[in-house]
């Protein structure tokens, strides 16, 4: 999408206000950045709808370009449609035990969830869980609850065989009810595809159970598949939220944006991994950030705007884009990062800055090394600062001991050079830089 923006961006330039023909033109591109995104077409276009709605014949702010207004009215109406900026949490409001039915397709995450969940319950809540497996169709599916119930530490329901999942739901309303569990969560059986058996299994649990939550589990990175599951549950079972389990894979978070349109619940948890810890409150920002694919750029640009020369910042630009990063930039790029808020919240904002972070802390970078990076790189000749390679053994002997350090520093440096150098590249392979170029333009 960056790469897009970018473009429509540079289209944008100069203008005074957002005109029809300007918002239209653009919303072009983001309807196929959406699409890509796997973000579901009727979404899509009531998302386009509203933004349009929303842009045109919007003053555009003296302080910005109207490309920067345009990404903020998206990200904002992203924000918006994924939920807004509260995050909604599980429902305790009921006599206990207070239960909570998993639902969703064969592997779409519900057992690791319910364990996640009951996890959560004890230490974030400090309340007393109860799990319990009604999944009778795969052979082992109750066991493998019992072994995440042992790993997390809350309880799980005894496993009688041949029971079928009603009989073991009353079970274990009972058995919550006899230890007195706060929580009672019933982990149900999948199919590979929905059915009417399913369907029919679901609406018996939450008949004899009568769950204050019924938590919808999709996979995120099946996509439109995700929305068709979520099209087939809502208005069979009573859901109340969603769970989108591996998020930390390479979803674009499309289906996100999808899920919360076709089923009108909130997303409550975003699964981040297969450990039992990798759960998060799911957070409209972030997602509203992937789909946007530019990290957290709104904010970024907002930052960048106080701290950063705009002719310095577009200078910067053209040269990593054009591939030419050498240690004079990394110089006046830690500069700038400085006055940013430091390394480490950038890394945090743009994409391909995690990698260049990543790198830094396996090579041992810390702040006493980034201290001694301006006296290393200022003890280099500029031949040498433009082409780090001219360094060999003993050049590098004498800038370490000219810079007061160890020709070990001096080679972290190098390496960091290197391994940024690497990261712009990406993000320039991402379209980021010369969307960025253009809005600080
Ligand atoms: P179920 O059939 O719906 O009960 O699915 P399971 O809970 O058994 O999960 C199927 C597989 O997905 C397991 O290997 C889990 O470890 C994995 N899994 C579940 N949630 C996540 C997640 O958020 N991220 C990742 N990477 N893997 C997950
Ligand atoms: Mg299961």
Redesign the pocket.
Known sequence: LSDRLGNVFDRLKGRGALSESDVREAMREIRIALLEADVALPVVRRFIDAVTEKAIGQDVLKSVTPGQQVVKIVDDELVDMLGGTEVEGLNFAAKPPVVIMMV??????????TAKLGKLIRQKHGKKALMASL?VNRPA?QE?LKVLGEQVEVATLPIIEGQQPVDIARRAMESAKLQAADVLLL?TA?RLHVDEALMAEMKAIAGVSTPTEVLL?VDSLTGQDAVNVAQSFTGEVPLTGVVL?????DARGGAALSMRYVTGKPIKFA????KLD?IEAFDPRRVAGRILGMGDVVSLVEKAAESIKQDEAEALAKKMAQGQFDLDDLRMQLKQMQNMGGLGMLAGMLPGMKKAKAAMAASNMDDRVLLHMDAIIGSMTPKERTKPALLNAKRKKRVAAGSGTDVQTVNKVLKMHQEMGRAMKQIKKMGGMKGLGALFG
């Open positions: 969703g397709l064969q592997g779409s995450g519900k057992t690791t969830t999944d599916a493998q982990d999948g589990v389990t591996r998020m930390d894979g699964g981040t991994g297969e990798a």
